[in-house]
């Protein structure tokens, strides 16, 4: 009997000792604080700073992945013009090996009068050893100053040109997404078909009905490219997401179209789930003539209407927040609340002030709802990062506001975290009557002033 006692506490003792040295998972955390211009030939992303890094490589934006395995990319891009009168589009997309990835790409139409946005690409990739993805940028017009920027606002953290987040997901259920139909919306929400599986495991496709065959805790982001269906198209798109053919609570999102316009709108989420639960994506619109839109440029990757990327997380760290305020922002930084726990394990959350309770590597991302918050507000947004108090540098995003104009600002990164830190969004403003605004839409979710997603990656 005491031999087997003895046996059972060795087991015990290795399995332990075989858990806390268990290698971390590789992840990286890149930017650039440099001005990019972009033209009418594709021209590869430099990213001059590796903020955190653990396996993956940065040679100023060729980033090689160390180990074989499946990996969550994602790419925010500071658009804009270094000409006041500049106006046109930028794209981005991926490629992997020198080879540009498939479905990858995205545009952002850049309006005159120093007009900014973030431009969002994502995707999960599979891939070898030594494996080497770089970002790409083109214009469609190489003689207005479009491409990626860089700004220093005073008392903020830099706004890099580029963001650029990394690593290693499990390969036990992942999906990467598309679609490569142009899909318009009107009053009435409809399911969001998508054409094409560009890979995926453990996660089923039947057109836009994605199965996850297993349970746990799933994250999920939708990047539709929204525009005009016809050629007079004006008004408003929304995103949003169904479980199991129920709406998902503050899950929609909201992107104004004007005739010529095209960005790209983001939502995104945390997901608990049971084997065979079922996710959708559902659209609407404001006005005539808008959707999401497909398009193919000579020489680089489509442009799909929609690209969606699922993967399982562990279940030990995660947090799905939002806050159902409008939020007024102003020259003066100012902390984010976040009034709704729609989903948390080992992440706290206290109005905005987010806990995590186990020291590790956690990916956050938020996806403001940014507007006029007075009828006749214009100016900018910008939304960055905390981290007990302090901003984290290179983390600041920025997007214009005109009156009656809204959209989605994503900032994200990877938080390198003891036990009890504390992460924090703050927003500030240029211009007056501007900020994170809330909506409720009637037969829809609620459209939360932010949405805040964050998960162990490690």
């Known amino acids: 009997m005491r031999t087997m006692i003895v046996r059972a506490a060795l087991a015990v003792a290795v399995a332990a000792l075989v858990a806390t040295t268990a290698p971390a ?30 396996g993956i490589t940065n040679t100023n934006g060729v980033v090689k992945l160390p180990e074989a395995g499946t990996y969550f990319v994602i790419a925010a891009g500071q658009v804009g013009s270094t000409n006041p009168a500049g106006k046109g589009t930028v794209r981005l997309w991926m490629r992997q090996n020198g080879k540009d990835v498939d479905n990858s790409n995205t545009v952002q139409k850049i309006e005159p009068g120093g007009f900014t946005a973030v431009l969002v690409c994502q995707g999960v990739v599979e891939a070898k050893a030594d494996d080497k993805i770089e970002l790409m940028i083109s214009s469609g017009q190489s003689d207005q100053g ?29 999906a990467q997404l598309s679609s490569t139909e142009t899909q318009a919306a009107d009053g009435a929400p409809h399911g969001i078909t998508l054409n094409s599986t560009d890979a995926a495991k453990g996660i089923e496709n039947a057109k836009g009905i994605v199965t996850l065959k297993e349970p746990g ?54 997901v608990e789930a049971k084997g065979g639960d079922k996710l959708e994506l559902i659209e609407s619109a404001t006005g005539k003539g808008v959707g999401m839109v497909a398009s193919k440029p000579a020489g680089e990757p489509v442009v799909p209407s929609m690209i969606f990327t699922a993967f399982k997380v562990g279940d030990t760290g995660y947090a799905q927040l939002s806050s159902t305020e409008t ?29 995590v309770k186990d020291a590790g590597a956690y990916f956050v991302i938020a996806a403001g709802q940014v507007g ?36 989605v600002l994503v900032c994200q990164g990877i938080v390198e975290a003891k036990a009890g830190d504390k992460v924090e969004l703050a927003q500030s403003a240029t211009g007056k009557g501007v900020g994170l605004v809330m909506s409720k839409p009637g037969g829809e979710p609620v459209i939360p002033s932010m949405i805040f997603s964050a998960f162990r990656i490690d």
């Open 146 to 174: 479009l491409g990626l920027i860089v700004k220093k606002p005073a008392g903020e953290p830099v706004i890099p040109s580029m963001i650029f987040t990394a690593f290693k997901v499990g390969d036990t259920g992942y």
């Open 327 to 355: 939020q007024g922002a102003a020259d003066a930084p100012k902390p984010v609340t976040l009034n709704s726990t729609d989903a948390a394990k080992g992440i706290e959350n206290a109005k905005g002030v987010v806990t």
């Open 25 to 54: 998972k590789p992840y990286a955390q890149l930017s650039s604080t440099e001005t990019q211009p972009a033209g009418a030939a594709p021209k590869a992303v430099t990213l001059n700073s590796t903020d955190s890094a653990k």
């Open 372 to 407: 006029a918050s007075s009828p006749e507000g214009k100016g900018s947004v910008k939304l960055w990062a905390r981290q007990n108090g302090k901003d984290v540098d290179n983390s600041n995003t920025e997007q214009t506001v005109t009156p009656g104009f809204t959209a």
């Open 217 to 270: 805790v799933y994250f999920v982001i939708a990047a539709g490219q929204v525009g005009a269906t016809a050629q007079d198209g004006k008004g408003s798109v929304k995103l949003w997401m169904k479980q199991n053919g129920k709406d998902v609570d503050n899950s929609n999102t909201e992107q104004t179209v004007t005739e010529g316009y095209t960005a790209v709108l983001v939502c995104q989420g945390v």
